[in-house]
Each structure stands twice: as structure tokens, then as C-alpha cells.
């Protein structure tokens, strides 16, 4: 985990506040790309990343029983 970590700190991912795309610059979906590879390697599944940026994933449960569906949102 502090692997992870360490990785995704050293990623370059400021915004551009003057940029008129989504997301603002190319290092954010550099970011985003990264992320999303180690959601699909740890398990994760129906990993999608759209062009705006937006990455969406799945941690199955791991029981028979049905549970609740919980939602989690993080800006990258």
C-alpha cells in the first residue's frame, strides 16, 4: 500500500486553471490511467475511464449475502 502511495505522489496531476478542456490537462488523465490499471490488477471490476476523466469501478462483495451497494467519490 505505501507503494501505491508513494506512486501516486510522485505523479504530476495539478489542473491548469486558464485550460478549457476536461480534464484541464493531460497529466490528470495520465493520473487517471494509472489508477484505473491498478484498480483492474487489486480486483476491481467493470474498471471504466471516459475522456472527461471520470473513473468508475466495482469491488465485489466478497459474501453470499446481498449487500447494500455503497458509492465512494474522490477527486483525482
Known amino acids: 500500500m505505501i ?3 508513494m506512486k501516486y505522489v510522485k ?15 493531460s497529466r490528470q488523465m495520465d493520473f487517471a490511467r494509472i489508477v484505473r490499471d ?12 471516459d475522456e472527461n476523466g471520470y473513473l468508475f469501478a466495482t469491488l ?11 458509492g465512494f467519490i474522490a477527486h483525482l
Do not use: H, M, Y
Not at 491498478?38 to 475511464?49: A, Q, R, Y
Open 3 to 5: 507503494e501505491r502511495f
Open 11 to 25: 505523479c504530476w496531476s495539478t489542473s491548469d486553471e486558464n485550460s478549457e478542456s476536461v480534464p484541464s490537462t
Open 38 to 49: 491498478d484498480l483492474k490488477e487489486i480486483g476491481f471490476e467493470d474498471v471504466t475511464l
Open 60 to 70: 465485489p462483495a466478497n459474501t453470499t449475502e446481498k449487500p447494500p451497494t455503497i
